[in-house]
């Protein structure tokens, strides 16, 4: 993660080439609250990046993960129209899927401005935002090499069921897997995907899978009421009852394993 993160600090100096590096001010986009484990490993990983460089960096976060109604996103729209409107910003950089909506909304109040988005879920063709100098890090799984790998390890796999919640992030998430499936229907397996559930519904369901079920985690930190739990919380519930194999889409679910 550091290391990405210092590439992206190397696009932000590369895009400013030509111009004064001391003292820039960078604002940071955050789509989660601060306390987020993703979230601080991006921000330790700018802190250490920027280290060496004259680059100062306004933190903000959008606590996208646990608030996400319409009347929010507007007023959060807002919010950084006026701090936008006060403040002449070197750079922004952002982190996930609804920080980089948020920017593509204020395209007219950041004009010029370098945006370095990090951490999209977004298929790299669906990347179009009215944002003219933007570059930065897309994040997606390839599906299909994810499942190449699931049936390596169990040839037997009929099913793999795809763990993947309603949130924000994760309808775009889908759109990238669901274009993926789309364009390639090798691998030999049915895909499934668990959403629209609360948290014990999702852990009986994983539950009462059989041979031949094979479960993909991707992201479920959002139920069907909308409550919010940590990753970690979750598969170790999950992983106490299931009787089949649970894979994860990210390095960072192996910390429960």
Aim: hydrophobic letters at 45%; glycine letters at 6%.
């Amino acid at each position: 993660m550091r290391q990405v993160i210092k590439w992206l600090v190397f696009i932000f100096i590369t895009l400013k080439s030509g111009a004064v590096i001391a003292s820039s001010q960078v604002l940071a986009i955050h789509s989660y609250h601060p306390d987020f484990f993703w979230t601080q490993s991006l921000v330790e990983g700018i802190e250490s990046g920027i280290k060496g460089h004259e680059i100062t960096v306004e933190h903000t976060y959008l606590d996208s993960k646990r608030v996400q109604s319409d009347g929010y996103f507007e007023n959060l729209k807002s919010l950084y129209q006026a701090r936008l409107a006060d403040h002449d910003y070197d750079a922004i950089l952002t982190t996930d899927n609804a920080a980089m909506w948020l920017v593509g909304e204020l395209a007219d109040e950041i004009g010029d401005t370098p945006v370095i988005f990090s951490g999209l879920n977004t298929a790299t063709s669906k990347i179009d935002y009215a944002v003219p100098r933007l570059t930065g890090v897309n994040e997606a799984i390839d599906i299909w090499d994810n499942i190449g790998l699931i049936k390596q390890a169990n040839p037997d796999a009929e099913r793999v069921w795809i763990v993947l919640d309603d949130s924000f992030s994760s309808r775009q998430y889908w759109t990238a897997i669901e274009s993926q499936l789309a364009s390639d229907t090798q691998g030999g397996v049915e895909i499934k995907r668990f959403h629209g559930l609360l948290f014990d519904e999702l852990v009986e369901q994983i539950a009462q899978l059989d041979a031949g079920d094979v479960v993909l985690f991707v992201s479920y930190f959002k139920d069907a009421s909308g409550t919010f739990m940590e990753h970690s919380d979750l598969l170790t519930a999950i992983q106490s009852k299931a009787n089949v194999p649970i894979y994860g889409a990210s390095s960072f679910m192996l910390l429960t394993a």
